[in-house]
């Protein structure tokens, strides 16, 4: 058995196994077999990102925030960019998650966890497996660990070296946390916890770790979550993070049944556990009173889960010049709205999901931005708040009254 030089965990065979048999949503067609089988044993034999011990801590403040003491900012990049993973760019993210974070105490009055869409954010759903670009037919741009933005077909063709290229990134990105004092060791109130969608089961699943304790973990990241287009409750993603020790999340949004929640619920939280779940609310602001009859149904089903507002991929709209843009105050409004739902519905509002970056872009509508072709419009995917729009939305955070002194 391949194993990691870190000594107290090894491969985990059986997860891996259990999981790649299972229908798995948004995978690339990779062209070369061979090469992929070459990486996963290479990832096989990598050391973890993040230990069992870091996993078990974060999970043991979000059990915190289940029971009301603590709140949660997570945000970072729609998807990372690989060229970006040195001290000097994740400094700037550390530095918005601290204002953000600043914000958010101030209206809740509780201490903040803070959450980076960091070290690992580098693939992406897409609605089309294909696109046209001038008449062209080609693949979709599935995220920096897949292809490449350009549109012509070589910059398209999956290739698995990607894979060990943002192994790499994620791994330059965490040693840059810890030598910011933001990282391993660091105290939980000015901790920076990794996070991303673990989309790609290439890359997930050779990072599934076995602790001496017995327990196994998701070694890619503190705090793993599953997208609106991969919570499917018996396909490969969701099992893979029921299988996981990590604290887990799952985003839903308006096409999302009552059925379905509480069976990602059993799936994800079956001992109903305080910390383990978080649901994401991504409904957009025109369709966030569909959120109610979920809270309802997972209070009612006994699960502590953390609702998280995502106010950002249920808002999304068009430019005149055809750009990717969500406006300001849509954003707003959603969270506004989730708070209050959550609140009457009996659930627990625990904070913010967040697309933004502190970098000079214009690639949302507001704040007296507006999005046009040039250098301030460069996600990778879709479009985030700069810093002062980050600001004026996280301001729209607040807790209900009875539930501040509760």
Same mark, same amino acid.
């Given at each position: 058995?391949?194993?990691?030089?870190?000594?107290?965990?090894?491969?985990?065979?059986?997860?891996?196994?259990?999981?790649?048999?299972?229908?798995?949503?948004?995978?690339?067609?990779?062209?070369?077999?061979?090469?992929?089988?070459?990486?996963?044993?290479?990832?096989?034999? &990598?050391?973890? +990102?993040?230990? @069992?011990?870091?996993? /078990?801590?974060?999970?043991?403040? $979000?059990? #915190?925030?289940?029971? %009301? !003491?603590?709140?949660?900012?997570?945000?970072?990049?729609?998807?990372?960019?690989?060229?970006?993973?040195?001290?000097?760019?994740?400094?700037?993210?550390?530095?918005?998650?601290?204002?953000?974070?600043?914000?958010?105490?101030?209206?809740?009055?509780?201490?903040?966890?803070?959450?980076?869409?960091?070290?690992?954010?580098?693939?992406?759903?897409?609605?089309?497996?294909?696109?046209?670009?001038?008449?062209?037919?080609?693949?979709?741009?599935?995220?920096?660990?897949?292809?490449?933005?350009?549109?012509?077909?070589?910059?398209?063709?999956?290739?698995? &070296?990607?894979? +060990?290229?943002? @192994?790499?990134?994620? /791994?330059?990105?965490?040693?840059? $946390?810890? #030598?910011?004092?933001? %990282? !391993?060791?660091?105290?939980?109130?000015?901790?920076?916890?990794?996070?991303?969608?673990?989309?790609?089961?290439?890359?997930?699943?050779?990072?599934?770790?076995?602790?001496?304790?017995?327990?196994?973990?998701?070694?890619?990241?503190?705090?793993?979550?599953?997208?609106?287009?991969?919570?499917?409750?018996?396909?490969?993603?969701?099992?893979?993070?029921?299988?996981?020790?990590?604290?887990?999340?799952?985003?839903?949004?308006?096409?999302?049944?009552?059925?379905?929640?509480?069976?990602?619920?059993?799936?994800?939280?079956?001992?109903?556990?305080?910390?383990?779940?978080? +649901?994401?609310?991504?409904?957009?602001?025109?369709?966030?009173?569909?959120?109610?009859?979920?809270?309802?149904?997972?209070?009612?089903?006994?699960?502590?889960?953390?609702?998280?507002?995502?106010?950002?991929?249920?808002?999304?709209?068009?430019?005149?010049?055809?750009?990717?843009?969500?406006?300001?105050?849509?954003?707003?409004?959603?969270?506004?709205?989730?708070?209050?739902?959550?609140?009457?519905?009996?659930?627990?509002?625990?904070?913010?999901?967040?697309?933004?970056?502190?970098?000079?872009?214009?690639?949302?509508?507001?704040?007296?931005?507006?999005?046009?072709?040039?250098?301030?419009?460069?996600?990778?995917?879709?479009?985030?708040?700069?810093?002062?729009?980050?600001?004026?939305?996280?301001?729209?955070?607040?807790?209900?009254?009875?539930?501040?002194?509760?």
């Amino acid at each position: 058995m391949p194993t990691s030089s870190c000594p107290d965990t090894a491969y985990d065979t059986l997860i891996p196994s259990v999981v790649a048999a299972l229908p798995a949503a948004q995978q690339p067609e990779w062209p070369d077999p061979g090469r992929l089988a070459l990486v996963h044993t290479e990832l096989a034999r &990598a050391d973890p +990102l993040v230990t @069992y011990d870091s996993v /078990r801590a974060l999970r043991r403040l $979000l059990s #915190r925030a289940a029971e %009301g !003491e603590l709140c949660v900012l997570q945000a970072g990049d729609c998807a990372e960019d690989p060229a970006e993973c040195g001290p000097a760019p994740l400094a700037r993210k550390a530095e918005m998650l601290d204002v953000l974070s600043d914000i958010v105490r101030t209206g809740a009055g509780r201490p903040v966890v803070r959450v980076g869409r960091v070290a690992g954010q580098y693939a992406k759903p897409r609605s089309h497996p294909e696109e046209l670009h001038d008449g062209v037919r080609l693949p979709v741009y599935r995220g920096p660990m897949v292809n490449a933005p350009h549109p012509d077909a070589d910059a398209r063709r999956p290739d698995p &070296a990607r894979i +060990l290229s943002c @192994y790499r990134a994620a /791994r330059r990105a965490v040693e840059s $946390l810890d #030598r910011l004092g933001r %990282g !391993e060791g660091s105290p939980a109130e000015t901790r920076v916890w990794t996070s991303h969608e673990a989309l790609l089961l290439d890359y997930e699943l050779p990072l599934v770790r076995r602790h001496r304790s017995g327990r196994s973990y998701l070694a890619s990241t503190h705090w793993p979550w599953v997208g609106e287009r991969t919570r499917q409750p018996d396909g490969a993603h969701v099992r893979l993070l029921a299988e996981v020790d990590n604290p887990v999340a799952c985003k839903v949004g308006p096409t999302t049944t009552v059925e379905q929640v509480l069976a990602l619920c059993a799936a994800l939280d079956p001992e109903r556990s305080p910390g383990r779940l978080s +649901l994401v609310a991504r409904f957009g602001a025109s369709r966030i009173d569909g959120l109610a009859p979920l809270v309802r149904a997972v209070r009612r089903a006994g699960h502590p889960v953390l609702w998280l507002c995502d106010p950002m991929h249920g808002n999304g709209e068009r430019t005149a010049h055809g750009l990717k843009t969500r406006r300001l105050s849509a954003v707003m409004a959603e969270i506004s709205r989730f708070v209050d739902i959550v609140s009457a519905e009996g659930g627990r509002s625990a904070g913010l999901h967040l697309e933004a970056s502190p970098d000079d872009i214009a690639e949302c509508t507001g704040a007296g931005f507006t999005p046009a072709p040039g250098p301030a419009y460069r996600t990778l995917c879709d479009p985030r708040l700069n810093l002062v729009q980050a600001v004026a939305a996280t301001a729209y955070w607040r807790l209900p009254a009875l539930e501040a002194v509760a």
